[in-house]
């Protein structure tokens, strides 16, 4: 079985009138869910309460001292980035962070066979200092970790497919050789960083890929770039967890990106990143909701996505 893990106090994250990165993105994925009738077939799991242990897995202390403090100061914007909050945000973030663990307990302890976290805010632009691009922490950055220091796994893989690349994620394990980042991304594009050539340093060498494409890039690259790059790779690197930055703000017509995947793509790009791990991971897949700012079309790729992971 599929789990969902959907926490209604990630509504609570108000990033004022007009902003993309806003609440109705939650609703209109767990409406569809329902509407499609995937949301009665799937386990429901509440999300794990994150500590300060847990955050600091990924994120340095100060950081998460400063982050709070703004927070609940009401400060309109966090001081190390482009990322709105309101006083709900700490707790709606934690939330976020702690789906991606619980997913992680229920899908390696054996309870599901996969997980869909439809979380907000997002998390790949957060590194280990600074929260930036919409996102305060990093939510499958956090849910790698966990799976390394809690359920002793060696080695994951994170499948980042938003149009924007997971600065984030590739700062916090650049040069960590057990977990390898993919990315395909918009190039040039926001925030800016993801050339091919950043491919990690020292033990990380080599495990991080990154594939920037033009504008109105679609299906034929960013299925080429996973079948030709990535699964030879995982032929080598074996991961035991495969997690999943899942935008669909690389589906046509959003607002914030210029790619032109369709739901079906993502449906299909589901299943060739599930094949991955059924090949290496014993089928363990946890993803978790990144970008998707067209409520329409988020809805509906979302949709094809768990459709996917359900089989």
Partial sequence: MTALIADPKCLRHDTGFGHPECPERFTAVHDALKTAGLLAKMERIEPRVVTAEDLQLVHQPRYLEIAEHEITSKLPQLSTGDTAISPASWEAACVAAGSGLAAVDAVVGGKVANAFC??????????????MGFCILNNV????????????????LIVDWDVHHGNGTQDIFYADGSVFFFSTHQWPWY???????????????GTTMN????????????FGAVEKQLIPAMDHFQPELVVISA????RIGDPLGHFELTDQDFADLTKLVCGIADNYALGR????????????????????HVAALMG
Avoid: C, M, W
């Fill in 191 to 205: 925030p800016g960083t993801g050339p091919a050539r950043e491919t990690g340093v020292g033990p990380g060498k």
């Fill in 118 to 131: 439809l979380v907000r805010p997002p998390g790949h632009h957060a590194n280990a200092d600074t929260g």
């Fill in 247 to 250: 935008g669909f703000d690389s």
């Fill in 141 to 156: 950055a956090l849910a790698a970790r966990h799976a390394q220091k809690r359920h002793g796994l060696k080695r994951v």
């Fill in 211 to 222: 594939v920037p494409l033009p504008a109105g890039s679609g299906r034929a690259e960013i």
């Fill in 285 to 304: 897949v946890v993803s978790l909701l990144e970008g998707g700012y067209s409520l329409t079309g988020l809805a509906s790729a979302a949709v094809a």
